[in-house]
């Protein structure tokens, strides 16, 4: 049971901390909690649902279809809506994200409907390993997870746009100072925040469902996760998201499953009145 509810935990948590990536990065390097990562979330969900049932295209074309779209709409809502907003005070882009959220929101229902829709997978099987009864889809929400954040830190490592990302976070004014690009940054870190949310979403939605709110509580819970980990520190946002998985897959088995989601908020209370900054540095390492 206990190691049933581990791997049960680490699909959880991969998705969330994939999410919480996504995030973590934009806030850390622009200062901007985009509210609005839920909704690209859900599109990402709509994005492959779609592909998949209109044109019949095989799942893995269907993900990449959706982290495609979800990184043009991130950057062209760099472009348009925070960019102009980056010498407004700071309420200013708070309010723009809410916004953006309740637009697309609304757009989903009114392209697809509020109905919970099923999105197929080739990866149904059931299997058992050592005593463990999961799906092979279960299974691929741990290792395609875990195969994003690694390619995620060789780009933010050995590319030069990668460094230039760093350097933005680590010192703004210093990468100004060398001739960094600063719109370029931009667009490529919200295009690397919808790719993650896209992937995130075409892992989880297969073993969830489809529908307009389904960015609601990842949303909610990946802010959690990233003010935990300490803002903008991207080891604290993988490895918070993985014990908040873990929390909720015990505590829906020995606690109760009605309260699973209160766990999140739970943990924020307890970690803050002790570490009110969060367990790990600030800044993107």
Same mark, same amino acid.
């Given at each position: 049971?206990?190691?049933?509810?581990? !791997?049960? +935990?680490?699909?959880?948590?991969?998705?969330?901390?994939?999410?919480?990536?996504?995030?973590?990065?934009?806030?850390?390097?622009?200062?901007?909690?985009?509210? %609005?990562?839920?909704?690209?979330? #859900?599109?990402?969900?709509?994005?492959?649902? /779609?592909?998949?049932?209109?044109?019949?295209?095989?799942?893995?074309?269907?993900? !990449?279809?959706? %982290?495609?779209?979800?990184? !043009? #709409?991130?950057?062209?809502?760099?472009?348009?809506?925070?960019?102009?907003?980056?010498?407004?005070?700071?309420?200013?882009?708070?309010?723009?994200?809410?916004?953006?959220?309740?637009?697309l929101?609304? !757009?989903?229902?009114?392209?697809?409907?509020?109905?919970?829709?099923? /999105?197929?997978?080739?990866?149904?099987?059931?299997?058992?390993?050592?005593?463990?009864?999961?799906?092979?889809?279960?299974?691929?929400?741990i290792?395609?997870?875990?195969? #994003? #954040?690694v390619?995620?830190? =060789?780009?933010?490592?050995?590319?030069?746009?990668? %460094?230039?990302?760093?350097?933005?976070?680590?010192?703004?004014? +210093?990468?100004?100072?060398?001739g960094?690009?600063?719109?370029?940054?931009?667009?490529?870190?919200?295009?690397?925040?919808?790719?993650?949310?896209?992937?995130?979403?075409?892992?989880?939605s297969?073993?969830?469902?489809?529908?307009?709110? /389904?960015?609601?509580?990842?949303? =909610?819970?990946?802010?959690?996760?990233?003010?935990?980990?300490?803002?903008?520190s991207?080891?604290?946002?993988?490895?918070?998201?993985?014990?908040?998985?873990?929390?909720? +897959?015990?505590?829906?088995?020995?606690?109760?499953?009605?309260?699973?989601?209160?766990?999140?908020?739970l943990?924020?209370?307890?970690?803050?009145?002790?570490?009110?900054? +969060?367990?790990?540095?600030?800044?993107?390492?």
């Amino acid at each position: 049971m206990v190691m049933q509810q581990i !791997l049960n +935990g680490l699909t959880i948590g991969s998705v969330y901390s994939l999410v919480a990536l996504g995030l973590t990065l934009v806030y850390g390097i622009l200062h901007v909690p985009n509210f %609005a990562h839920g909704a690209l979330y #859900m599109v990402g969900g709509y994005v492959t649902l /779609m592909v998949m049932t209109v044109s019949g295209a095989h799942y893995w074309i269907a993900v !990449l279809a959706s %982290a495609l779209v979800v990184a !043009l #709409m991130a950057v062209l809502m760099e472009r348009i809506v925070f960019n102009p907003l980056r010498d407004a005070p700071p309420i200013h882009d708070k309010i723009a994200a809410i916004g953006i959220l309740l637009f697309l929101e609304a !757009l989903a229902q009114l392209m697809w409907g509020a109905e919970f829709r099923n /999105m197929p997978t080739p990866y149904n099987e059931v299997v058992n390993i050592g005593g463990m009864t999961t799906t092979v889809q279960r299974l691929l929400v741990i290792g395609a997870s875990a195969l #994003m #954040m690694v390619l995620l830190y =060789l780009f933010l490592k050995k590319t030069m746009i990668g %460094a230039s990302i760093i350097a933005m976070a680590q010192n703004r004014k +210093g990468a100004f100072l060398v001739g960094i690009n600063a719109n370029k940054v931009a667009m490529m870190t919200f295009a690397i925040s919808g790719i993650l949310a896209a992937v995130a979403a075409s892992l989880a939605s297969p073993i969830n469902l489809v529908f307009p709110g /389904m960015g609601h509580l990842v949303i =909610l819970k990946a802010f959690v996760i990233i003010i935990i980990g300490g803002m903008g520190s991207i080891p604290g946002a993988i490895l918070m998201g993985y014990v908040l998985g873990l929390a909720e +897959g015990f505590g829906a088995t020995y606690i109760s499953n009605d309260y699973k989601d209160l766990i999140a908020f739970l943990l924020l209370v307890i970690i803050l009145s002790i570490k009110p900054k +969060g367990l790990f540095v600030k800044g993107v390492h």
